[in-house]
């Protein structure tokens, strides 16, 4: 299995741009999320879905979109890109399993600057 | 905000035992305590979770105070490879969310 893969590894984007990160897991996994990691910082969740069709908010959504038409697939869109928006993404993905408390397993990052 | 409280750094010496500690004072019945490493700038890196009992896999042993409150993570035998920034999270329910604090940043030393 090749687990949790993201692409690009890394992008540089102009301010007001618009990009798709792509993110693909091959586990069969219900649960897929969206986070973002600040220098320093710890990883913040953007976006999470639950099954194919179904999404939802995380703790920092404004400024990005997404959405999930596969169980492998959990793309996270950049309509108009912002400085603010520069840092690490990471996509992770999980089991439901026998009393919901499976591990995420993440890929290994898209590391993005607006510039 | 975090849900638990971790020392921002720790040494320890290669080939000695490492022993995180974790505050999670108001963790819920049916919260999971997990720990994750990251190492550089990887993605994070799943170690164990455990609910209340003591846990043990190839990579580390978990310990859980009986009151929940606490807990730390112990690697036997730490390894240059072991340094990496250690993150102690509490989640549960049906999204199993995780909340990332800034973590223990372990410096093995040889």
């Known amino acids: 299995n090749a687990g949790v893969t993201q692409t690009p590894k890394f992008r540089i984007l102009k301010i007001g741009q618009s990009m798709t990160l792509q993110c693909t897991q091959d586990?069969?996994?219900?649960?897929m999320y969206w986070y973002r990691q600040d220098p320093g910082m710890g990883l913040k969740l953007i976006y999470y879905s639950v099954g194919a069709g179904i999404t939802d908010k995380g703790e920092v959504p404004n400024g990005y979109n997404v959405s999930r038409s596969t169980t492998e697939d959990f793309p996270l869109r950049l309509e108009l890109a912002a400085p603010s928006q520069t840092s690490v993404y990471f996509c992770?993905?999980?089991?439901?399993?026998?009393?919901?408390?499976?591990?995420?397993?993440f890929g290994d990052g898209t590391r993005l600057s607006i510039l | 905000d975090a849900k638990t409280t971790q020392p921002p750094s720790m040494d320890c010496a290669e080939g000695r035992a490492a022993n995180l500690p974790c505050n999670h004072s108001t963790i819920s019945g049916n919260e999971y305590v997990y720990w994750y490493r990251q190492i550089h700038s990887q993605g994070p890196q799943y170690i164990i979770h455990?609910?209340?009992n003591n846990e043990t896999n190839e990579m580390a042993s978990l310990i859980i105070t009986e009151d929940r409150k606490s807990s730390t993570l112990i690697l036997p035998h730490a390894t240059l490879r072991d340094t990496a920034v250690y993150y102690c999270?509490?989640?549960?329910?049906?999204?199993?969310?995780?909340?990332f604090g800034t973590g223990t940043l372990l410096a093995v030393q040889p």
């Open positions: 586990m069969n996994h219900n649960y």
């Open positions: 455990g609910l209340k």
């Open positions: 999270i509490v989640s549960g329910g049906a999204t199993n969310k995780l909340i």
């Open positions: 992770a993905s999980r089991d439901r399993g026998k009393g919901n408390n499976q591990p995420q397993h």
